[in-house]
Nanobody, 119 residues
């Protein structure tokens, strides 16, 4: 059984910062890509940022220069540092990890954490 647990969401004022964290637990062989997605009310879930096992990153255009994704392979964690937040960043944020338990890697998702940007 693999479980992803997220933390760090909450209410923040426009221009503020938040840091999200996601930790994987369970029995597995390896974790490949780690990513953060978000889903705002009435919208489709979108990819926010992704980081490969060797540390290469890619970001959605809407968050470039404001968000930073990082990972700790020893701790099986991925973080999302968010700065200069604006109301359009309000959404439920989900972490996703591509995890190999035995042979074929599969995607696993966290339960989601709410981020609300409002004055």
């Amino acid at each position: 059984q693999v479980q992803l647990v997220e933390s760090g969401g909450g209410l923040v004022q426009p221009g503020g910062s938040l840091r999200l964290a996601c930790a994987a637990s369970g029995r597995f062989v390896s974790i490949y890509a780690m990513a953060w997605h978000r889903q705002a009310p009435g919208k489709q879930r979108e990819l926010v940022a992704i980081i490969t096992k060797d540390g290469s990153t890619n970001y959605a255009d809407s968050v470039k220069g404001r968000f930073t994704i990082s990972r700790d392979n020893a701790k099986n964690t991925v973080n999302l540092q968010m700065a200069s937040l604006n109301p359009e960043d309000t959404a439920v944020y989900y972490c996703r990890m591509n995890i190999q338990r035995l042979f074929t890697p599969n995607d696993y998702w966290g339960q989601g954490t709410q981020v609300t940007v409002s004055s």
